[in-house]
């Protein structure tokens, strides 16, 4: 009981990161039209950011800065660049030229600072454990990773639902032209929106810095997962990536704590772990096969 | 002479013609590598031209190619395991290591693969097309991953390579010819196919599926079938890149390899017959050279796509053409959504609902 409490909080947690990669990357895609594979790379940006800052400075509230900012500059700048240039084509075109970027960048950070990991500590104020039910203490830090998901959750359904800005992304998804006419920037407002995704993907890097390790190619690992969550969701459905991600992480997390143990019953220990791994990894492509066969634009889809 | 040289199959015969002399130039040149190299290229040329019967002729984004190529490999590695150990497969399926069994049952399992992966994922268009090949060929590169038996992580090695038809296939040369000669084949299928009433209405659905369906065609079979075809071939490059390589790992199919092979597709020139090939050599010797400069290669490959993808469309062959002062046989592209007429959707998206108010 205790060990499934843990595990439904680390599948909740594993599932707010992937929503804070996912909601920029499904407001990108229903306002831009655009598949960006280097949303990994953005997040991998913030975490290195935040890494080195902390380990040059000590200050917890200044890495945390540097990884935002990081990504956000950069990420403004590489739709400044590119990624402009890639609205009107079709998906392939996009597919390939954001794949080309994630090679350099990748590439780019193993210039920087080398193939190995670097690793990261939990801000002091943040370690030590917090007894969430009695005889079940939990990691006061993955509370927090929660507790900051939810917040941007809803701070990005106030900013869409509540803010003239949001309108204005709201319309520009719908009713491109139409906005354009009415004399909003357009492209300023496809700027600050990548800028804000960018920013995002960069908070959940630098999240995910001290409990996984830093390295080069740690965003494809996620970034695929988090492809994975906005199709389930109903691509440029925020709502939808919120719902996606929590039900990705709940299932993969509840899978890999579970099926190892399970194949152990029928077969040879070390072989059921691999197996198992195997199996738990399969899981959440199989979870979106099966929503897309059912459900072919997601289970919230944004324009229906 | 003029139409001759206009004809994009004298081009092809001119290549491969040429190419079937690199074994021998090669040891002039003093750089017996060249031979390797070029069976590599050979064999991702056919990988290549395969996906480019779904992105070219189709218009039907399949990130998840390398699966196919992965599957022909794994039919490969593991008969040769079985071989060696002397245990059936599955306890009714001797091992081999002849490629004349292995190869056509890697085509064939190729084929089951895409067949089944295809029926599932051609119901969905447009993104989540892109995503679902995508999700399956991962879910087929983490249970090749887990499958410890037959090396997962660190794969297969295959020491004992077999004579096939009295030809010694661990002769470098000897093996290039065979790619070569396999490519030369498939490359006239495709031909034949992107001729046929079959290549037509593959074109058909990328230019407009909706006005295939308005004129009576159902495409969903004719997608299907084309889909089957380029996992086959993936397939067969698979199961010769083992032979080449006498390796077999998860590797093969990692999703970078299916981004690899669009990257040829679009490098030597969407929708063409030469294309494919002319970009896995583009590729594979652009990786080559630059790994040779520095060990940072990527760094450069990378803006390079995006320049290319940018500034260069119809890839090589486009350059080819505009030399030769000629347009594209296969320049229709969707046109971007904003540019749409009414009434009109871009190729690969499915039919929207009317919006419904009130």
Redesign the interface.
Known sequence: MALLLEQLLNGIQLGVTLFLLAAGLTLV?GIM?V?NLAHGSLYMIGAYAAAVTATATGSAILSLLAGLAAAAAIGMLLEYV?LR?????????Q???T??????????M??LFGRQPLFVNVPEALQGFVRVLPGIDYPIYRLVIILVGLLVALGLYLLIQRTRIGMLVRAGATH??MVRALGVDVRLLYTLVFGLGALLAGLAGLMAGPILSVQPGMGEQIL?TT??V??IGG?GSVRGALFGAVLVGLVDTILRAYVPGLLRQVMEG??AD??????A??GV??L??LV??VK???LFPA?? | MRNLLRDERSWVVLVLALAAFIPVLAPMLDSPATVGLATRIAIYAIAASSLNLL?GQGGL?S?GHAAYFGLGGYVVGILYAHYISEEPFLGFIPGSNDLLVTMPLAILVGGIGAAIIGA?SL??????F???T???A??LF??F?????YG?DDGLAIRRVAPMLGMNLRDPATLYWLCLGLLAFWLFLMDRIARSRFGRILAGVRQGERRMAAIGVRTYPYKLVAFVIAGMGAAMAGALMVNYARFVSPDMMH?TKS?EL??MV?LGG?GTLLGPVLGAAALVGLEYTLAGLTE????I??????VI??FARGGLMGAVRRIAGRRLPHEA??L????LPLGEL?S?E?P??PARHG
């Open positions: 895609f039209g598949i590119v240039r890639l609205y009107a084509r079709d998906h392939l075109d597919v390939l030229a794949f080309g970027l994630i090679l350099f960048f990748n590439q780019g193993v210039l491109r032209e695929i492809f994975v906005v199709v691509i070390s072989e691999a197996l198992g791994a195997g199996l990894s399969m492509y199989l979106m096969a897309l066969l072919p634009r997601g324009h229906a | 992105l984004v990130f599932l119901r969905t268009a447009g993104v989540q892109i995503m679902i995508l999700a399956f991962q879910m983490f249970l991953v887990s499958l410890k038996t997962g999703w981004g669009m990257v679009i969407l940072h290669w990527q760094f490959l990378g803006p390079i796509l995006v993808v940018l592209q969707p971007p959504p904003g540019e871009p690969g499915l929207r609902e």
